[in-house]
C-alpha cells in the first residue's frame, strides 16, 4: 500500500472510530516493546500475586507480531468512561469502570464493528483480531508507544485532556498502518500524590504495582482469603480502587462519559454492603447480570461485604453477622465475616463465637472464629482491669 492510501486509510478508520464513540486512535507497527524488562522483573518478583495468566504467553505480552501470523500493526483506542463518583451515598464502593455494564462485552461489539470496516475499505481480505483486555497484550505500554499517554506514577495511562479513566482496546492487522508518533511527554513532573494516597503502598516505585498489596487485587483478581494485615486498609472498597486516580491532578478536568451501558447502576445505590451478605445466588445473578464485578463472583464479592462491614459498621450489624454466620454455606465466607465480627463486636458476642466454633469442622473459618473470640475475650479483660478503657480503634490486626 502507498504512502498516501495508507493515510487515507488511517484517517477513514479514525473518523469511523471517533464516530463509534473511541476516543483517541492510534496505529502503530506490532513490534517487540521496549519495557520488556520491566514486566520480567515485576513477574519473577511475584509481583503478579496469584494471576497465573500473567505468566503465559509472555513471548506474545512483549510482541504483539508474535500474536497471529503476519500481524503488523496494531490500531490502539482509548475509550472514556469516566462516572463522577466511586462511593455511591448510602451505597456500595465500587470503582468506576465497573459501575456500570461489563465493558468487555459493549467493546467488543465496536471494535468487531470496526474491524469490518476495516474489512471493507480495504477490499481484500486483511486479518483482523480485536482484543480488550481479553488477549496476552501490555496493553499500557502499547497506548503509549502509540502516543495516546504517559504512563504515570500510579501505572495508569495518562492522556492530556482526557486523564486516565480510560479503556485501552487494540485491533491487530496483518497490513502495516503504522504511522510515525510522537510519544507523549511524562507530565508527572515531581508529584507524588498517587504514592502518597495509595492506603496499602502498592505503588513500590514510579509506574510499578505490586499486585499483592493493591486493592483493585485483592478485591477482584485474588481467589481464597484477604490477607488480614491488609483488611483494615481495604476500607469501604467493595470492588476495585480508584484512589491513585482520584488524587491525580490529570483527572480533576476528566471528562465524564454519557455512553449509557457506562452509568451508574441504581440498585448499587439502594444496597449497603450488609445487604450482600444475604444474596443468594438468583438475587446475585438478578444484581450483577452483564456486569464486570461477576469477575469476583459472588464468593468473592461477600468475602469483600465481610471485610467493608467489619471495617464501617458498629456493633449494630452484629446480630446480623452472627445470622449470616450460622447461614453462609461457604468457609472463605464465614471466615471473613467471623473477622468483622471480632471488630465490631463485644465479650458478649464471645460465647455465641463458642457455639459456632465448637460445630466449625472447616480449618480457615476455625481459625478465623478462634481468632475473633480471642480479641473479644481479650477486649473484655482490658476493659475490666482498666476502668474505661477505649475500645476503639483496634490496631491487632
Ligand atoms: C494484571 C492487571 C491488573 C493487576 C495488576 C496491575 C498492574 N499495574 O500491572 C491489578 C488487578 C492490580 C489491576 C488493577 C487495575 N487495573 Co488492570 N490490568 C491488568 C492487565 C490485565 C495486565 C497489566 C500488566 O500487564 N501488568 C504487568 C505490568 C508489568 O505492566 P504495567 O503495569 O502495565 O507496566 C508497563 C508499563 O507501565 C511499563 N513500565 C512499568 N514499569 C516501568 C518503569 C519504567 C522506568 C518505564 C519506562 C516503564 C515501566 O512497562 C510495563 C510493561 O510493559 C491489563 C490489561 C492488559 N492486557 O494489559 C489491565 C489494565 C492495565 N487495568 C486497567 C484498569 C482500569 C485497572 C484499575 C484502574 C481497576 C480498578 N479501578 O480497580 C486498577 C489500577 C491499579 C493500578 N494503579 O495499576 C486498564 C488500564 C487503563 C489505563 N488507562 O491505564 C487495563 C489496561 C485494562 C484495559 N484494557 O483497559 N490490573
Ligand atoms: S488501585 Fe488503590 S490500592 Fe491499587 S495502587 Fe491504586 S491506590 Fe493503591
Ligand atoms: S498523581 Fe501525580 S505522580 Fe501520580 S500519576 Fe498523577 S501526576 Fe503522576
Not at 465497573?98 to 465493558?103: F, R, S, V
Not at 500524590?193 to 505503588?203: H, K, N, S
Amino acid at each position: 500500500m502507498k504512502g498516501e492510501e495508507k493515510q487515507q486509510l488511517r484517517r477513514a478508520i479514525r473518523e469511523r472510530a471517533e464516530q463509534m464513540g473511541f476516543e483517541a486512535v492510534s496505529f502503530v507497527a506490532a513490534s517487540e516493546l521496549p519495557t520488556e524488562r520491566a514486566y520480567q522483573e515485576w513477574l519473577s518478583e511475584g509481583r503478579h500475586g496469584g494471576m497465573d495468566y500473567m505468566e503465559r504467553y509472555q513471548d506474545l505480552r512483549v510482541d504483539p507480531g508474535e500474536m497471529e501470523p503476519g500481524t503488523k500493526s496494531v490500531i490502539v483506542m482509548l475509550t472514556n468512561y469516566h462516572q463522577p463518583l466511586d462511593l455511591l451515598e448510602g451505597g456500595l464502593r465500587i470503582c468506576r469502570y465497573a459501575q456500570g455494564d461489563d465493558y468487555h462485552d459493549g467493546l467488543w461489539d465496536r471494535m468487531r464493528q470496526l474491524a469490518a470496516f476495516v474489512h471493507a475499505e480495504t477490499g481484500a481480505d486483511v486479518g483482523t483480531r480485536p482484543a480488550v483486555d481479553t488477549a496476552p497484550l501490555l496493553e499500557r505500554d502499547l497506548a503509549r508507544i502509540a502516543g495516546l499517554g504517559w504512563v504515570g506514577k500510579n501505572a495508569m495511562l495518562i492522556r492530556q485532556g482526557l486523564g486516565s479513566y480510560t479503556f485501552i482496546s487494540e485491533i491487530l492487522v496483518d497490513i502495516d498502518l503504522a504511522e510515525e508518533v510522537e510519544e507523549a511527554a511524562d507530565r508527572c513532573g515531581s508529584c507524588t500524590r498517587c504514592l502518597d494516597a495509595c492506603p496499602t503502598d502498592a505503588i513500590i516505585a514510579p509506574q510499578v504495582i505490586d499486585a499483592r498489596r493493591c486493592i483493585s487485587y485483592l478485591t477482584i483478581e485474588l481467589r481464597g482469603p484477604i490477607p488480614r494485615r491488609l483488611r483494615p486498609l481495604i476500607g469501604d472498597h467493595l470492588f476495585g480502587c480508584d484512589i491513585c486516580q482520584d488524587v491525580c491532578p490529570w483527572n480533576t478536568e476528566a471528562p465524564t462519559s454519557d455512553d449509557p451501558s457506562h452509568q451508574t447502576r441504581p440498585a448499587y445505590r439502594e444496597l449497603a454492603p450488609i445487604d450482600l451478605l444475604e444474596f443468594d445466588h438468583p438475587r446475585y445473578v438478578e444484581v450483577f447480570r452483564k456486569s464486570a464485578m461477576k469477575r469476583a463472583k459472588i464468593v468473592g464479592l461477600k468475602r469483600n461485604a465481610a471485610v467493608v462491614v467489619g471495617n464501617t459498621g458498629d456493633s449494630g450489624d452484629v446480630p446480623r453477622l452472627l445470622d449470616f454466620l450460622n447461614s453462609e454455606k461457604e468457609p472463605l465466607i464465614r471466615g471473613h465475616i467471623a473477622w468483622a465480627i471480632g471488630r465490631l463486636g463485644d465479650a458478649d458476642h464471645a460465647p455465641a463465637l463458642r457455639r459456632f466454633l465448637a460445630e466449625e469442622a472447616e480449618p480457615f473459618a476455625r481459625e478465623e472464629i478462634g481468632d475473633a473470640i480471642c480479641v473479644l475475650e481479650a477486649e473484655n479483660a482490658v476493659a475490666r482491669s482498666t476502668p474505661g478503657a477505649l475500645r476503639s480503634p483496634r490496631t491487632q490486626w
